[in-house]
Every structure is written in structure tokens, then in C-alpha cells.
């Protein structure tokens, strides 16, 4: 019969069970956050800015409508376009300037224009001659969507 060490195993036994109890309270302490808004579990493309730089972004289009003049500016900054709901009048531009580390676009769903890809710091300057109402997005994120109504 093989004779147990209590010298070793005693050592090692409560640092088994002191790593037991800390995952355990660290679990349940998550879990109870999650469930209580408190902790982001990070799973969602728009869960916090890693998600945002993963794909997601901020959906604007439905933000106040900011009546614009005959030369407008949104500002791309934090995920979103600012403003994210704008009217213009016809023969008006419209600049988009990246203020993000991340390389932005703003796409016209219905493909009629684009900014290309914007870098911090690029601006892009487009003329709109016709009526019409646009939902745009970013290509690279592809949930930053905004709306321009040209009148």
C-alpha cells in the first residue's frame, strides 16, 4: 500500500479549492451582471467598441431630422454618422469627414453613390442634383447607417 504525502497534498489540495471558489465567484458575479445590463457579454456585433470595429457601428437614420443648407458636413465619429438623419435642398454637397482610427465609407444602399473608403482624416464631397431619399451605410460597417433626404 502506497503511503499519501500529507506534507504535499494538503498544499496543493487548498490551492485546488481556493481556485474552485474564486471560478465559481467570478462566474456567478458575471452572470448576475449580464443579466442585470451590467456587463456586455460582447457577442453582438454593437456590444461595445471592439464590436462596433468587428462589423457593427450605430444605426442614426432614425435620429432628429437636421434641416441643412446648399453645403452640409457630417462628421463620422465613434461609429456613427453625425448628423445621422439630414435634409438637404437639391444642388446642395454633402461632407463626410472620418474622425475614427478606423477606415469608414458612406454607401447609398441603392448603390447611386459612395464615398470610398475613408481614412482618419480623408473628407469626401458629394453634389446631389436630384430629389430623392437615401439610406447609406458603411461598407466596412456595415450597421452605421444613416439618411439624407434630398428636396
Not at 434641416?67 to 465619429?77: T, W
Request: net charge neutral; charged share 15%; proline share 4%.
Amino acid at each position: 500500500m502506497q503511503r499519501i504525502d500529507s506534507q504535499r497534498t494538503l498544499p496543493l489540495m487548498i490551492v485546488a479549492i481556493v481556485l474552485a471558489v474564486s471560478v465559481t465567484a467570478l462566474a456567478v458575479t458575471a452572470v448576475f451582471a449580464m443579466s442585470r445590463g451590467g456587463w456586455s457579454t460582447g457577442w453582438g456585433m454593437g456590444s461595445g467598441h471592439m464590436g462596433r470595429m468587428m462589423g457593427g457601428g450605430t444605426n442614426s437614420s432614425n435620429a432628429p431630422l437636421t434641416a441643412g443648407s446648399q453645403a452640409e458636413s457630417v462628421s463620422i465619429r465613434d461609429f456613427t454618422f453625425a448628423p445621422g438623419n439630414l435634409q438637404i435642398p437639391v444642388g446642395a454637397t454633402v461632407t463626410w469627414t472620418n474622425y475614427d482610427d478606423a477606415p469608414h465609407t458612406a454607401t447609398a444602399k441603392d448603390g447611386s453613390w459612395d464615398t470610398g473608403i475613408l481614412n482618419k482624416g480623408d473628407t469626401k464631397t458629394i453634389t446631389f442634383d436630384k430629389t430623392g431619399s437615401y439610406e447609406y451605410y458603411c461598407k466596412v460597417h456595415p450597421n452605421m447607417i444613416g439618411r439624407l433626404a434630398v428636396q
